[in-house]
């Protein structure tokens, strides 16, 4: 038997940035959310994430943009370059924002400042819980689930949201398999200081071994995240800052003019998984529980952030209509709302990624032939731009832009938190 103070409508296993915003969502419609992570220092995650208009929406709705607002810089526009020297090469291609009518395609925010703030965030909401704990184990039957912790105690909800990463110890316990694979590659991953202005703008070097990209951050810093071999990786993350720095001054043509890289850098093995089933069981699955994708682009955390606002959405619409928020009905839905938004972009990654790769002439010209449509000018240039980067399509309710910025209680299904 689960004591009373133990239930809760929904538990959130795993607070990283997807399931404290899952958890935050939930509970700004209306139900109790308990968040279970370990709550490990978040100065510990060196990397960024470029967040996309939609995203920044769903967390300004939220309550927590107008804290990481000051530390987190405008990507006006975005510039891709082939520097791969091969013989089929793509050409230049860079794009504004204000060609989809937005002042930025998104903002850049170092994790750490996101996670630290949605914690805070979690800790103002009346009906949202954090507890420190790890999650050992959960039963699931027609009733309910049941979360066992590490000290021994257990937490009932109606339904899990499993946000506790890749290695997801919920989706194992709900039956869900997954698809994974790797890549011969590796980011490393540093701040950089630099002589010279960024003006908003992120650029993407495309190599032969992958992406080298350059992305604002406040002042004239960026965040990098170099992708290249893993060998490469090992070695240019085992040079001192100067030497380090004299890397990417030639990697990036001195795009920047001299650089100083900070005193400590990260690295990431490139992986894919995705989940065959994105809810079963009372177990819906979000963040990189559900889905891993190689850092190009800047899709993962966003891709994370809609599954966060859709479970929320779907658990908010079956909650009101006096539905069971655990149940298959609910489970079948999230699954469908998110399939085509993850397989879709997913899959365009990935493609990109081994375009880039290749030795195959047709697969660059393939490349090549995409970027040249995209360096033109008109209507199909728009569209992909709108939905690749900002977009609108199937997007969950608080993502959507509203009547100006503002947002009215009632285009939620549930009251604003602003
Ligand atoms: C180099 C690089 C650059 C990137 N850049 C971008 C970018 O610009 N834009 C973008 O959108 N995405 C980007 N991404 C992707 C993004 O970083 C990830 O999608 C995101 O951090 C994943 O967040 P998450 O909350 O799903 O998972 P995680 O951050 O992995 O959080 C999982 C949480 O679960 C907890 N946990 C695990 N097991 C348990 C357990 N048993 N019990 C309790 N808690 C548990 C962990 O403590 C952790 O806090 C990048 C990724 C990389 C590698």
Redesign the pocket.
């Known amino acids: 038997m689960v004591a009373a103070e133990n239930r809760f409508d929904v538990v959130v296993?795993?607070?990283?940035?997807?399931?404290?915003s899952a958890a935050l969502a939930i509970a700004a419609a209306g139900l109790t959310v308990a968040v279970?992570?370990?709550?490990?220092d978040p100065a510990r995650?060196r990397?960024?994430?470029?967040?996309?208009v939609a995203?920044v929406r769903m967390l300004r709705r939220l309550g927590v943009w107008s804290d990481c607002a000051a530390e987190a810089a405008p990507l006006e526009r975005l510039r891709i370059i082939d520097d791969t020297g091969r013989l089929v090469r793509a050409p230049s291609v860079e794009f504004a924002a204000s060609e989809i009518g937005e002042a930025a395609f998104g903002w850049?925010i170092h994790?750490r400042v996101l996670v630290a703030t949605l914690r805070r965030r979690i800790g103002e909401m009346p009906s949202a819980h954090l507890i420190v704990?790890?999650?050992?184990g959960i039963e699931l039957d027609a009733d309910g689930a049941v979360v066992r912790l590490a000290d021994g105690s257990r937490l009932a909800a109606a339904l899990v949201v499993a946000?506790?990463?890749?290695?997801?110890?919920?989706r194992r316990a709900a039956g869900i398999a997954v698809d994974e694979w790797s890549y011969d590659q590796a980011?490393l991953?540093t701040d950089l200081e630099h002589e010279r202005p960024h003006c908003g703008v992120s650029t993407e070097f495309h190599g032969c071994n992958g992406p080298f990209t350059l992305?604002p951050l406040p002042g004239d810093r960026s965040s990098l995240?170099w992708v290249d071999r893993p060998r490469a990786v090992e070695t240019f993350a085992a040079l001192s800052p100067e030497g380090l720095a004299g890397e990417i001054e030639r990697r990036s043509h001195r795009l920047l003019g001299r650089v100083r890289a900070a005193a400590r850098c990260a690295t990431?093995r490139?992986s894919g998984l995705n989940a065959r089933r994105y809810a079963a069981r009372r177990v819906a699955l979000?963040?990189?529980?559900a889905h891993?994708?190689p850092?190009i682009g800047?899709?993962?955390?966003?891709?994370?952030?809609r599954d966060a606002a859709m479970i929320a959405e779907i658990v908010a619409d079956a909650f009101e209509a006096g539905r069971d928020i655990g149940g298959e009905e609910v489970c079948t839905a999230y699954d469908a709302a998110r399939r085509i938004d993850i397989v879709s972009r997913a899959g365009a990654v990935d493609l990109l990624n081994r375009t880039l790769l290749s030795d195959f002439v047709p697969l660059q010209a393939l490349r090549a032939a995409g970027l040249r449509v995209l360096s033109g000018i008109g209507p199909i240039r728009r569209l992909i731009v709108r939905e690749g980067i900002a977009p609108t399509h199937g997007l969950p309710r608080i993502m959507r832009p509203a009547d100006g910025d503002g947002m009215t209680a009632g285009s939620l299904p549930y009251a604003a938190v602003e």
């Open positions: 296993a795993g607070g990283g940035p997807a399931g404290l279970v992570d370990p709550l490990a995650d990397r960024t994430s470029a967040l996309m995203s850049n994790n704990a790890t999650v050992t946000a506790d990463g890749r290695r997801s110890l919920c980011a991953v992305v995240v990431y490139l979000v963040g990189e529980a891993v994708i850092p800047a899709q993962g955390l966003n891709l994370g952030l």
